[in-house]
């Protein structure tokens, strides 16, 4: 299994990113897809997933009304939308994939990728 994250990079304060994830090995109609991140010095944090159908989302409550999960099956896809950008959100983004569970605890995620880095300038 592999899940492969893309689309971080630098943005100004107040700016949009759309992070990327592509899962092989895997079909993602069976599973909770999610993001995690982690600043460095910090430890990880969830920020939302989306159940196996896409229907249900979960959020942490500091990514509420910011930040947007989203999945594509037929692409074997999820993507997280982040808006109004801060420097507090600089960090790596993982996206994961939870067989089981809602992904929301990093201890019961199955697979993570491999980060793609997220930088906001002032």
């Known amino acids: 299994v592999q899940l492969q994250a893309s689309g971080g990079g630098l943005v100004q304060a107040g700016g949009s990113l759309t992070l990327s994830c592509v899962a092989s090995?895997?079909?993602?109609?069976?599973?909770?897809l999610g993001w995690f991140r982690q600043a460095p010095g910090k430890e990880r944090e969830f920020l939302g997933s989306?159940?196996?159908?896409?229907?249900?989302?979960y959020y942490a409550d500091f990514a509420k009304g910011r930040f947007t999960v989203s999945k594509d099956n037929a692409k074997n896809m999820v993507y997280l939308q982040m808006n109004n950008l801060q420097p507090e959100d600089t960090a790596a983004y993982y996206c994961?994939?939870?067989?089981?569970?809602?992904?929301?605890?990093?201890?019961?995620?199955?697979?993570w990728g491999q980060g793609t880095q997220v930088t906001v300038s002032s």
């Open positions: 994961v994939a939870d067989y089981e569970g809602h992904a929301t605890v990093a201890g019961g995620v199955d697979y």
């Open positions: 090995g895997l079909v993602a109609s069976q599973y909770t």
């Open positions: 989306v159940s196996r159908s896409g229907l249900s989302l």
